[in-house]
């Protein structure tokens, strides 16, 4: 059984702080990370994806690979109260031949002014 | 730009009723997914596709069946729906193990 384990939160930090959520995984074989973004009552979107070991940066967003530890993070700088929501990590492996992603229960982030 | 649509953002219907929920992508993808979404338990996998008419089993499939005629449709059947079965219903789209895209959701209440 795949796992994919975040902490539910919620993390709340102060507006303009650094945001910094963590997710681990179970399967040696993954090959692609994804971090989510979801609001309340909406759909998941994507804010980053990463595939090789290493940092990642888009914007405010960095996203974080240590394949050795299984573990992928993701560290919001400059947080805003419309980054408040929650980030779902998604782990995506072979299986079969086909690619069915596991996705983290999500942590819910609350960013106060 | 991807788009993912589905045919209902809400639906209400009674225990027993057959229930289907159509969603639609332009972008060619060939993985095709329907997760239900519920408070706590975060998203669970009913069933995807990885071509027409495929179909392989995700995590909670009892209850539900799913119908892919076209590439670009991919139909989830609630055969007899129970009160359980209220949730909210996404679906997603992607190529090989690249972004998975979303639709808006289903909201779906079972009385």
């Known amino acids: 059984q795949k796992e994919v384990e975040q902490n539910s939160g919620p993390l709340s930090v102060p507006e303009g702080a650094i945001a910094s959520l963590n997710c681990t995984y179970s399967?040696?074989?993954?090959?692609?990370f994804f971090w989510y973004r979801q609001y309340s009552g909406k759909s998941p979107e994507l804010i980053m994806f990463?595939?090789?070991?290493g940092d990642k940066e888009d914007g405010r967003f960095t996203a974080q690979l240590n394949k050795a530890s299984q573990y992928v993070s993701l560290l919001i700088r400059d947080s805003q109260p419309s980054d408040s929501a929650t980030y779902l990590c998604?782990?995506?492996?072979?299986?079969?031949?086909?690619?069915?992603?596991?996705f983290g229960r999500g942590t819910s982030l609350i960013v106060h002014p | 730009d991807v788009k993912v649509t589905q045919s209902s953002r809400y639906l209400v219907k009674r225990t027993g009723e057959k229930v289907f929920l159509e969603c639609v992508q332009d972008?060619?993808?060939?993985?095709m997914f329907w997760y239900r979404q519920d408070p706590g338990l975060g998203l669970r996998l009913i069933y995807f596709?990885?071509?027409?008419?495929?179909?392989e089993k995700g995590d909670i499939p009892e209850g539900y069946s799913v119908s892919r005629e076209k590439k670009e449709r991919f139909s989830l059947i609630l055969e007899s729906a129970s009160t359980n079965q209220t949730s909210m219903y996404l679906c997603?789209?992607?190529?090989?193990?690249?972004?998975?895209?979303f639709g808006p959701g289903t909201r779906l209440l079972v009385l």
């Open positions: 972008m060619d993808h060939e993985n």
């Open positions: 998604a782990v995506n492996g072979a299986s079969g031949g086909s690619y069915i992603p596991t």
């Open positions: 399967d040696r074989g993954s090959q692609s």
């Open positions: 596709s990885y071509d027409v008419k495929m179909k």
């Open positions: 997603a789209s992607s190529f090989r193990q690249e972004t998975q895209y």
């Open positions: 990463i595939y090789s070991n």
